[in-house]
Nanobody, 115 residues
């Protein structure tokens, strides 16, 4: 599977953005999918993941972000609401087989939240 992230941009604090991750390959349904982010000068950190109908969120994303996937369209989404300046980062989508590491990464999309 290959991944292509999009949807980043500049938004004011309190606003919303929806990120998309388009996947190629016939085995998309077999992969668990996730979003990570990397702020300037910081390490890449987990944001949210989805496998079938099961989702998981970081504490910072919980209650504000919603991860979803469209298996028919081979696409994963991250709806981000109530954005804060500290959400500013490059957001990466990732995929991995259940029980394995995140082995496939997209190229990243930049989200900038202004105060």
């Amino acid at each position: 599977v290959q991944l292509q992230a999009s949807g980043g941009g500049l938004v004011q604090a309190g606003g919303s953005l929806r990120l998309s991750c388009a996947a190629s390959g016939r085995t998309f349904n077999n992969y668990r999918m996730a979003w990570f982010r990397q702020a300037p000068g910081k390490e890449r950190v987990f944001v949210a993941s989805v496998m079938w109908s099961s989702t998981s969120y970081s504490d910072s994303a919980k209650g504000r972000f919603i991860i979803s996937r469209d298996n028919a369209g081979n696409t994963m989404y991250l709806q981000m609401n109530s954005l804060k300046p500290e959400d500013t980062a490059v957001y990466y989508c990732a995929a991995g087989l259940p029980g394995s590491s995140w082995s496939v990464w997209g190229q990243g999309t930049l989200v900038t939240v202004s105060s």
